[in-house]
Nanobody, 123 residues
Framework: QVQLVESGGGLVQAGGSLRLSCVVS????????MGWFRQAPGKEREFVAG????????YYADSVKGRFTISGDNTKSTLDLQMNSLKPEDTAVYYC????????????????WGQGTQVTVSS
């Protein structure tokens, strides 16, 4: 059984930082790409950041470029998202996701999802 478990969400003031983590387990899953997505109330789930599982290539949404950094350790099956200079518009439930092929920006392309962690940025 494949499991992705996120942690690290919380409440932070605008301008602050948070670090999200995701642990991947399940021997049947060999990810080639991992991603972070977010979903705010009343909005569609959107791509935030993605990386190949080797972390040789990373991708970011324009809205977070320069503020967020995706990283991880594939030997420990962990994925992180460092979020700096947070803005109220970053408020959402954040999800990690994985797929066995290349990085995609479309949420529907990902096979495996975590349960999500809430990030709230106050103004």
């Amino acid at each position: 059984q494949v499991q992705l478990v996120e942690s690290g969400g919380g409440l932070v003031q605008a301008g602050g930082s948070l670090r999200l983590s995701c642990v991947v387990s399940g021997r049947t899953f060999r990810p080639n790409a991992m991603g972070w997505f977010r979903q705010a109330p009343g909005k569609e789930r959107e791509f935030v950041a993605g990386a190949t599982w080797s972390f040789a290539s990373t991708y970011y949404a324009d809205s977070v470029k320069g503020r967020f950094t995706i990283s991880g350790d594939n030997t420990k099956s962990t994925l992180d998202l460092q979020m700096n200079s947070l803005k109220p518009e970053d408020t959402a439930v954040y999800y990690c996701a994985g797929r066995p092929y290349n990085v995609m920006l479309r949420a529907g392309a990902y096979n495996y999802w975590g349960q999500g962690t809430q990030v709230t940025v106050s103004s």
